[in-house]
């Protein structure tokens, strides 16, 4: 703890040194939300001009050139309809539902690095808090499927809790792979250790010769970690073609169905939010960051742009996924996660252990073992 | 001070959250304030510097076991006016396991901080070694033998847990996912040519 004898002088008043603090930060959190929300407006407009592309439409094109301005438009709709609070619905927890996976979706991105030194909480165990704070996404829904008092809220409420709890299993063990091979839970660590160049990013190490024959062993595992941890965050994020919770054709839109305006305009933007905190990890632990393919970046203005170009092509990835796959039946869904992933991700932990203790160059063991 | 705020603000939502989850009347309710609970747990755990206990807390009890429980709290159809019932008759029980736990409480914290006349002192992890390396360093050497039985321990409570649970019955039908994913249009689909006026028959 820092002694009381810091002060700070500011209009003539002896302020303590953590009050400067505590405004830094604050400054810091705000500039990320806005950038955020600013983006998260031109993202979901992305998606549906992306799904509409696909079906060869428009999309939408009324509001402002190219329909630019249409998230914006649907915000003041969704803001100025009457919220409707069922007769039968548990009126604390319903409203609560929403606020929670609002607040958790932002609370996550305190620890994402979006450049060299652009972090708001530089956490020793940062991927680690990604990884809780992506975990507790699941009760806002459970929470909204219940408080509602209504048959399908309920079922997608359920189905939700359990799809998302078996995918965090695998994901858990998709992370610790990368994190074997890093040797640190510290997230600019991780995008560090990639440093070098496509070669080194996790998702790539298959181009990493000057290891010959065991960049083979590494490379296709770490291939299949990226696919598989793209595929987790589809089902995690309950995105297409996973999104059974909200299977408009068996569940109307599962937990949602009670919710209207700005609960509803909530839960959307903390759905989309954690999309785009899915887009961010695998950028972190698979696709170097905000480095570049060809050699490290170490501004901290260009290094932001990297990442943020780097989010917007995985985002396309999952807007593709959505216009493209077709939804998979619930049971297909468990057997995936329980009988595939979870099996391969176990068998890939034992092989990249294996790998890291026997088989890595010395000079490469990160420090700490 | 900061951190005093923090702690203050942690503590105060620990033990009335802690108290609201006995004194709910919605079981469902109870389940959320637990949850709140661990949730400000791990808020402590940061501030004692033991961030990787923290994040498991998370992880394993708000994350995972928590979630579990909330499942199968909703889906119990339970009648709060029959629960309440036998309430007081417990009491008794209910009293002395508290008393017991307090007394146990009281005399650890006296022990340690009258074996070093101080208020218990958070042990620092030695320069440069995070959280997380200090305690994988002690639990695969020190206490390694502890951890695997704790592991089999687990590992028996699954098995139990699927032995008691798992009845084969004849005659039931499952899904064979290779049979299906093999199923070619040969073995499907069979044209018939039927004659107008005729049928299959």
Known sequence: ?369 | MLAAIAFYVLAAVAVISAFAVIAARNPVHSVLFLILTFFTAAGLFVLLGAEFLAMLLVVVYVGAVAVLFLFVVMMLDVDFAELKQGFLSYMPVGALVAAVLLAELVLVAFAASGARGAPLAIAETSGGVTNAEAIGLVLYTEYLLAFQLAGLVLLVAMIGAIVLTLRHRPGVKKQDISAQVGRRRSEAVELKDIRPGQGLG
């Open chain 1, 1 to 369: 703890m820092s002694p009381d004898l810091d002060y700070i002088a500011w209009f003539g008043i002896d302020w303590p040194v953590e009050v400067e603090w505590a405004l830094v930060k604050t400054g810091q959190i705000l500039a990320i939300m806005i950038l955020l929300l600013i983006s998260l407006a031109f993202l979901l407009l992305f998606d549906r001009k992306v799904w509409a592309a696909v079906q060869l439409r428009k999309g939408p094109n009324v509001v402002g050139p190219f329909g630019l301005l249409q998230s914006f438009a649907d915000f003041f709709k969704f803001v100025f309809k009457e919220i409707v609070i069922p007769a039968g619905a548990n009126k604390t927890v319903f409203i609560l539902a929403p606020l929670i996976t609002f607040v958790l979706a932002f609370v996550a991105w305190a620890a994402v690095p979006w450049g060299p030194g652009i972090v708001i909480a530089d956490l020793n165990v940062g991927i680690l808090y990604l990884f809780a704070i992506s975990s507790l996404g699941v009760y806002g829904i459970i929470m909204g499927g219940w408080a509602s008092n209504s048959k399908y809220p309920f079922l997608g409420g359920l189905r939700s809790a359990a799809q998302m709890v078996s995918y965090e299993v695998s994901i858990g063990f998709i992370i610790i792979t990368v994190l074997l091979l890093v040797g640190s839970l510290n997230l600019t660590d991780i995008v560090d250790a990639q440093r070098e160049g496509i070669w080194m990013w996790h998702g790539f190490r298959l181009f990493n010769v000057q290891e010959f024959p065991s960049n083979l062993l590494v490379g296709a595992i770490m291939l299949a970690m990226l696919v598989m941890f793209f595929v987790s965050a589809l089902a995690e994020t309950n995105r297409p073609p996973f999104d059974l919770p909200e299977a408009e054709s068996e569940l109307v839109a599962g937990y949602q169905v009670e919710y209207s305006s700005t609960p509803y305009l909530l839960f959307m933007i903390g759905e989309y939010l954690n999309i785009v905190l899915m887009c961010a990890m695998t950028t972190i632990l698979f696709l170097g960051g905000w480095h570049l393919p060809w050699g490290p970046v170490d501004h901290p203005a260009l290094g932001m742009l990297v990442f943020y170009v780097k989010l917007w092509i995985m985002f396309f990835m999952f807007a593709m996924v959505k216009a493209i796959v077709p939804r998979y039946r619930y049971d297909q869904l468990m057997r995936l996660g329980w009988k595939i992933f979870l099996p391969t991700s176990l068998v890939a932990v034992a092989a990249i252990a294996y790998y890291v203790t026997f088989m890595q160059p010395a000079a490469a063991i990160t420090a700490g073992g």
